[in-house]
């Protein structure tokens, strides 16, 4: 297993912007979708998606904190809009690791595209079972 989870769930890309690219233009858009994301990314990791406002999408961005968005607030971000949530594997400014399985089984069960750039600190996960 890589980064704890089967290899068909994965996608390896030059660059998140090409991958977030592809996702964005691969998803059928109806005006009114939403997009949920942490509210500090690298502005060339999300533009992808942001573009997508021209369709009529909307962007929900995680509430602003001091530190990070925890699960539950995550999860309570969520709309039944919601079409595609986006959120890094390990926040690239402070490391916090996302709680992935539960935000993952989440998502699934409502519908959800999960899009998850493993990229940050996927150096520093161990394969445990």
Do not use: C
């Not at 890589?2 to 390896?12: G, K, V």
């Not at 691969?26 to 060339?44: A, F, K, M, N, Y």
């Not at 400014?93 to 998502?107: D, P």
């Amino acid at each position: 297993m890589l980064l704890n989870a089967q290899p068909e769930r994965f996608a390896f890309f030059e660059a998140t912007a090409t991958a977030l690219n592809i996702l964005a233009q691969g998803i059928t858009w109806q005006p009114g979708d939403r997009i949920l994301i942490d509210h500090v990314e690298l502005p060339s990791d999300i533009m992808p998606l942001l573009n997508l406002r021209h369709y009529g999408v909307e962007i929900d961005f995680l509430p602003s904190t001091k530190t990070v968005s925890s699960t539950n607030n995550i999860i309570a971000a969520i709309t039944p809009k919601t079409k595609l949530v986006h959120l890094n594997a390990v926040h690239y400014l402070n490391g916090y690791r996302t709680n992935l399985k539960t935000i993952g089984e989440y998502t699934s069960q409502n519908g959800i595209i999960f899009s998850v750039d493993a990229s940050p600190g996927s150096w520093s996960t161990s394969n445990r079972p």
